[in-house]
């Protein structure tokens, strides 16, 4: 189960990647590797938080009000998040306080919320928030890092155009290795089972 979960949710299903979430904070916080590693902490912070506790409530929340409880539980979690952030990371913080206060609205939060969290038990829930945190993390810091080294010789990465940019031409990268890893495995799939 966790090698499942790894390997979805940190390459082939990750939800930056290839489901493409989260995009806003990602395309706008990641200018360093500083700014994209709080915004990854603080992100990760709040899902898997929300994820246990709406885990541990799923059989009591009614049908009727999932999504506000959802949005909720969410929300309390940013809070603290954010209050933690201001508190140990003030300067942190002020870079990244817009997207600090809408991590509430991430889909990439509320989709897994919605799609795991409130239908599996409380072990897979928090190992796939977890997961799903580390592919988003994965992500972020390294798009974080690509557009601070990429800076020095192009400012343009920094700029908003160049974001989209940037993060077009890694995910085409990523895309083929992604394909072309998937062929491999294909392909020796089919040779261990023409020997057996």
């Known amino acids: 189960m966790l090698k499942q979960l790894l390997t979805q949710n940190l390459w082939s299903q990750n939800v930056a990647a290839v489901q493409l979430l989260g995009l806003c904070p990602l395309l706008a916080v990641s200018t360093s590797i500083e700014t994209a590693s709080g915004l990854a902490v603080a992100s990760a912070f709040v899902l898997v938080g929300s994820a246990a506790l709406i885990s541990l409530l799923r059989h009591f929340i009614p049908d009727v009000v999932r999504l506000p409880m959802f949005v909720l539980v969410i929300a309390t979690f940013t809070t603290i998040a954010v209050m933690i952030m201001e508190a140990l990371a003030f300067s942190l913080y002020m870079q990244i306080a817009l997207f600090m206060q809408i991590i509430v609205t991430n ?24 997961t799903t945190s580390a592919g988003f993390a994965a992500v972020l810091v390294g798009f974080g890092a690509v557009r601070e080294l990429a800076s020095h010789v192009l400012p343009l990465t920094l700029d908003p155009a160049g974001a989209f940019l940037t993060f077009g031409l890694l995910l085409a990268v990523f895309q083929f290795i992604n394909l072309h890893t998937k062929e491999t495995f294909e392909s020796e799939s089919r040779a261990d ?4």
């Open 193 to 196: 089972a023409d020997v057996h």
């Open 107 to 130: 889909c990439m939060i509320l989709g897994r919320i919605n799609q795991v969290a409130s239908q599996q038990k409380f072990s897979i829930a928090v190992l796939d928030a977890v």
